[in-house]
């Protein structure tokens, strides 16, 4: 029977590894990460906020410009960060990109009382990638309406987008505090999986599907997103699932230091690297993707010393 969690103990989450891997991770240097990298898992590290926004937003340009008629390709990208968004639309207009051809996926979406939440909802995903990045872009340029995928309560149609002939290029995201990629967040310690998180194999067989949200993450979303009201966080969200992930050519993460901490930054970094996919971290599932790149802001990187403030 592994450990109970230390954060909420009806739950998994990392705080149930081994403490000999936890411990490993803490000590783990800048220089260390670096030489994580394997045939399958790149890292890279950027000087600058504005490099690292800039290098961000320049991946959905260099997917969508690979768009064409015979063979439409996009990206699915996230809300946290959002910084590369306004960005990605200024490049779009400056050098002139015509989008009909290219695609457009959004990670997740709130979800309340079964339905996901409207865009006049201030926590809404979908309102701010139109805000931000769509809405942003010239009409002579933008990708038609129909290419635009945002994830509903019913997943039918989401789920249909990816199932037809359009690449995903690269499926960008960050990384939150209980080590998830969209909202894929450990599941309840109950049933079956009450002495051991499910298997990875049973982990890798969701797809787009409305969660339950483990308290860490709301407890985040309310201090990133939401001045830190916990009660105005919804519970549950639509969230892109493994099996699209795997349906990625890439799967590139960005730590710029504000959404996970220093800690969270090595641990999964190091179980990537070492092949270890734990459905208590969901993002070391990417152990087993072909192709994941993590991406460093080096004055976010910080380090795991006790240091009283």
Sequence with gaps: MRSLSKIAPDWWDYTTLPSELLEEAARLTERDLHRLQRDGFRIEFFDTLEDFYLAEALE????WRQATEDSPAGICG???PTEQLPLVARLVNELGIKLQHAHFWGMDEWVLDGKEVPTSHPLSFERADRELCFDRIA??????????HFPKADTTGYRQSWNGNVRC??????QGEVKHWAFNDPLRREGEYRDQPP???EYRKLATRV????PLTIIQNARTSGGGVV????????SVGPVETWQAELVSVWHAGQHDNPF???????????GIADTSVPMSLLAEHPNVKFNYYRGGIGTCAAEMH
């Design 60 to 63: 959905y340009i260099h997917a």
């Design 78 to 80: 996230p809300i946290g």
């Design 139 to 148: 009409p002579h340029l933008r990708m038609p309406e129909k290419n635009l």
């Design 169 to 174: 290029v690269v499926m960008q995201g960050g």
């Design 199 to 201: 298997p990875v194999s």
């Design 211 to 214: 969660v339950d949200l483990h």
């Design 231 to 238: 009660t105005a966080v919804p519970t549950q969200a639509v």
């Design 264 to 274: 969270g930054q090595r641990l999964t970094a190091l179980m990537i690297s070492r």
